[in-house]
């Protein structure tokens, strides 16, 4: 059974954080957080097997994934996104000018990422949110969480309880509940082309 942790969306207490990471270090636990969207479902970067159960959970009764979501990356600001992206010099003064937000930016993937993940990537989505919760979440946990986004239809975006059905709470070892968020998604931009071209539009403005 998975262990719920009310945090204060705004000022969140610092030693319910530390009993999330304690979960996710020591028991290589499944997490899921709020973001500046609506809540996520991830691990640890490093826990590769991990990635894998958020897979599982996700998409238990379908017999493929292909085509489906793939994870991103969430980290605290862009210096440690250059670990796990390529970000040439016009790209990093487009993540500097729109991050932290509501955005989810697809980059090259470093030769690191390539070496260390479950699965071969040419490119990687990263996210850096605004919100303190996940902000400090990661800054305790040392490294960037690998993410998907609990994304189970409109009406439950944003609401915990709407998310923490069987197939889902089964999997999971903690939830942080920050309560009821605005809902909506990232908006997704590709940088790995000529021009940035955006793939989804959500909830951040993008204006190149």
């Known amino acids: 059974m998975f262990q719920r942790i009310n945090v204060h969306p705004e000022n969140p207490q610092e ?19 709020p973001t500046d969207t609506i809540y996520g479902v991830g691990c640890a970067l490093s826990n590769a097997k991990k990635i894998r159960e958020i897979e599982s959970i996700l998409y238990k009764d379908q017999k493929s994934k292909e085509g489906k979501r793939k994870f991103s990356i969430v980290c605290n600001d862009i ?4 670990e796990y992206a390529k970000i040439e010099t016009h790209n990093f003064k487009i993540l500097k000018k729109y991050l932290p937000g509501p955005f989810t930016f697809i980059l090259p993937s470093s ?5 260390k993940f479950v699965e071969k990537r040419k490119t990687i989505g990263i996210r850096i949110t605004d919100y303190p919760i996940t902000r400090m979440l990661i800054d305790q946990l040392g490294e960037p969480l690998a993410n998907m986004s609990l994304n189970t239809g ?13 197939d889902v709470y089964n999997g999971v070892d903690v939830v942080l509940d920050a309560g009821v968020l605005e809902g909506g998604l990232s908006t997704i931009v590709d940088l790995t082309g000529d021009v940035p071209k955006i793939l ?8 190149e």
């Open 79 to 82: 210096s440690q996104a250059q």
């Open 15 to 33: 030693r319910n954080i530390e009993n999330a990471v304690k979960i996710l270090k020591k028991t290589g636990g499944i997490c899921i957080y």
């Open 111 to 115: 030769q690191f990422l390539e070496k």
């Open 154 to 166: 409109e009406e439950n975006r944003g609401n915990p309880d709407l998310y923490l059905y069987p």
């Open 200 to 207: 989804r539009q959500g909830k951040g403005e993008f204006n």
